[in-house]
Structures are given as structure tokens and as C-alpha cells.
């Protein structure tokens, strides 16, 4: 079935296929402010979807079916460097591009080690909510315009995207006051895999983004 049918049918029609609006990417960092909430609210909605027919955890393969058993399998298996594709042998990039193993390694160790604390977290999520795949209508609606890599997981992957995409906008820390007011508890991000990407087509300038975010993460969310 086409993604873009089984996810309309997942959501009893409630995501719309070929929204228009601006692209979000367009936003400047005040009219951000202006539409955040609509961005969380889309967000939740998607999570909100009844996934009691689905089984499994990951990104939905060509059968739309989400193929990891458990989220540790699903992190595990997103970094074998054996699986064909486009990540087969992706470790040759600690030694031909500026990804450093070390810090992959310490990261990927800390996604495993809490791994056990996101197992149950099932949602639907889009899983691509780069601004670029975002669009905000007249009325300030939200959209996500891309379904390509959905799947089953913790919805924070969603947010995680939103703040390794643009970390100045600050949105963890409007997720966690948007959480306080909504009543919504708020685990935990995510973000190795984003960093994975960039370092694979030579983006520097968003992988040193991405790491500083991370690095900053911790400490940003402290004194909450």
C-alpha cells in the first residue's frame, strides 16, 4: 500500500497529504515564537494516533510494517554497519570524514544505556520534522508535508528533530513549559542518528550544530 494511503488510513484521515502553506523554514525566530504551540499541538496530535493495529518499533519498511521488536533492537539495527543501503559500511566515515568515533561511541553508549526507559514509548511519529518538510497555512495551521521515513517510537523524536534542525529556537525548553501548562510529562531526546547524516554528505557546519547542541543539552535542561 502507498505510504502516504496507509498513513491517511492510520489517522482516519485526519493528516492532510498535500497541505500548502509557507514553508516553515522560512519562519524568522519571532514568528517562531508566534507558532510553536501549533507545531507541539500538531505533533501530539500525530502521537495521538490509535497504532493498536501496528506492531513493532522503527521507521515503516516498504510493507508499512514497523520491523524491531523492541527500542533497543531499533537503535541497535539503525547503526549496523552490515545492513544494506545507504548506511551499509557507514563506520569507513570515522576515517574519511570529520565524524569522530569517540564521540559516536559515547553517545551511542548513553542511547543504549537508557534505551530500557523508552521501551512501551509506541507512537506514531513523522520522523522527519526538519522546517524544510513543515508548512504553516493562513490560519497558523501546522503540516508535516513528508511521511517518507515515519514509524513507530517515542513521539521526542519528533521534537528532537525540531532542535537539532535550528537549537537557537530553544525547544526543549518551550516543550517543557508547553508540557508544564498541557499537564504532559516529558522523558527524554534523541538525536545520534541527525548527526550520522550530516557527517555522511560532508555537512560540517551542521554536524559542529548538532554536537553542540547535545553537548549543551544536558546542561540547558538542568534547572528544570
Same mark, same amino acid.
Given at each position: 500500500?502507498?505510504?502516504?494511503?496507509?498513513?491517511?488510513?492510520?489517522?482516519?484521515?485526519?493528516?492532510?497529504?498535500?497541505?500548502?502553506?509557507?514553508?516553515?523554514? *522560512?519562519?524568522?525566530?519571532?514568528?517562531?515564537?508566534? =507558532?510553536?504551540?501549533?507545531?507541539?499541538?500538531?505533533?501530539?496530535?500525530?502521537?495521538?494516533?490509535?497504532?493498536?493495529? &501496528? @506492531?513493532? =518499533?522503527? &521507521?515503516?519498511?516498504?510493507?508499512?510494517?514497523?520491523?524491531?521488536? @523492541?527500542? &533497543? *533492537?531499533?537503535?541497535? *539495527?539503525?547503526?549496523?554497519?552490515?545492513?544494506?543501503?545507504?548506511?551499509?559500511?557507514?563506520?569507513?566515515?570515522?576515517?574519511?570524514?570529520?565524524?569522530?568515533?569517540?564521540?559516536?561511541? &559515547?553517545?551511542?553508549?548513553?542511547?543504549?544505556?537508557?534505551?530500557?526507559?523508552?521501551?512501551?514509548?509506541?507512537?506514531?511519529?513523522?520522523?522527519?520534522?526538519?522546517?524544510?518538510?513543515?508548512?504553516?497555512?493562513?490560519?497558523?495551521?501546522? =503540516?508535516?508535508?513528508?511521511?517518507?521515513?515515519?514509524?513507530?517510537?517515542?513521539?521526542?523524536?519528533?521534537?528532537?528533530?525540531?532542535?537539532?534542525?535550528?537549537?537557537?529556537?530553544?525547544?526543549?525548553?518551550?516543550? =517543557?513549559?508547553?508540557?508544564?501548562?498541557?499537564?504532559? *510529562?516529558?522523558?527524554?531526546?534523541?538525536?545520534?542518528?541527525?548527526?550520522?547524516?550530516?557527517?555522511?554528505?560532508?555537512?560540517?557546519?551542521?554536524?559542529?550544530?548538532?554536537?553542540?547542541?547535545?553537548?549543551?543539552?544536558?546542561?540547558?535542561?538542568?534547572?528544570?
Amino acid at each position: 500500500m502507498n505510504r502516504d494511503i496507509f498513513i491517511r488510513n492510520l489517522t482516519n484521515e485526519k493528516i492532510e497529504m498535500c497541505p500548502k502553506g509557507r514553508n516553515a523554514n *522560512e519562519l524568522t525566530a519571532t514568528e517562531f515564537e508566534k =507558532y510553536y504551540e501549533r507545531f507541539f499541538d500538531m505533533i501530539f496530535e500525530i502521537a495521538g494516533t490509535d497504532i493498536s493495529s &501496528e @506492531s513493532g =518499533y522503527g &521507521e515503516f519498511d516498504e510493507n508499512n510494517k514497523a520491523p524491531y521488536k @523492541s527500542v &533497543e *533492537e531499533f537503535i541497535r *539495527e539503525t547503526f549496523n554497519e552490515r545492513r544494506e543501503g545507504y548506511w551499509q559500511n557507514w563506520t569507513e566515515m570515522f576515517e574519511s570524514s570529520f565524524l569522530k568515533k569517540e564521540y559516536f561511541d &559515547e553517545i551511542f553508549s548513553r542511547a543504549m544505556k537508557y534505551s530500557s526507559y523508552c521501551e512501551g514509548q509506541r507512537y506514531l511519529a513523522n520522523n522527519n520534522t526538519f522546517f524544510r518538510n513543515l508548512l504553516v497555512d493562513d490560519t497558523g495551521k501546522t =503540516y508535516c508535508a513528508d511521511w517518507g521515513r515515519a514509524g513507530i517510537m517515542d513521539y521526542m523524536m519528533d521534537f528532537a528533530i525540531l532542535d537539532l534542525n535550528k537549537p537557537y529556537l530553544l525547544v526543549p525548553e518551550k516543550l =517543557y513549559e508547553y508540557a508544564k501548562k498541557k499537564k504532559i *510529562e516529558i522523558k527524554d531526546f534523541k538525536g545520534i542518528d541527525t548527526l550520522r547524516w550530516h557527517a555522511s554528505i560532508d555537512d560540517l557546519v551542521s554536524c559542529e550544530s548538532i554536537v553542540k547542541s547535545i553537548n549543551a543539552l544536558e546542561e540547558r535542561m538542568s534547572k528544570y
